[in-house]
Nanobody, 123 residues
Framework: QVQLVESGGGLVQAGGSLRLSCAASGRTFSSYAMAWFRQAPGKERFFVAAIDWSGSATSYADSVKGRFTISRDIAKNTVYLQMNSLKPEDTANYYC????????????????WGKGTLVTVSS
């Protein structure tokens, strides 16, 4: 069993930066690949970024490549999403999720979910 708790969301102006954190509890955290998804009000939840269990492989949605960076600190059981050059269209609830493999990145592949943290980017 893995519990995930996101933090770090807030209000930021366009062009600004935020760093989201996802704190995990559970002995098996290090065996999971981790992912971030986002969901804007009234819209579907979409993949943002993922990192494998070791931190050596990452994957990004085209819309955030070059602006967002995912990382993990296994010792701290934490995954981060550094978000730079934020745009109003990045406004959404951001969710952390755990998946058995970085090649399994569809919503239905996620084994555990956090409750989300809200990011609002003003123009």
């Amino acid at each position: 069993q893995v519990q995930l708790v996101e933090s770090g969301g807030g209000l930021v102006q366009a062009g600004g930066s935020l760093r989201l954190s996802c704190a995990a509890s559970g002995r098996t955290f290090s065996s999971y690949a981790m992912a971030w998804f986002r969901q804007a009000p009234g819209k579907e939840r979409f993949f943002v970024a993922a990192i494998d269990w070791s931190g050596s492989a990452t994957s990004y949605a085209d819309s955030v490549k070059g602006r967002f960076t995912i990382s993990r600190d296994i010792a701290k059981n934490t995954v981060y999403l550094q978000m730079n050059s934020l745009k109003p269209e990045d406004t959404a609830n951001y969710y952390c999720a755990a998946t058995p493999s970085i090649i399994s990145l569809k919503l239905e592949h996620m084994r555990y979910w956090g409750k989300g943290t809200l990011v609002t980017v003003s123009s």
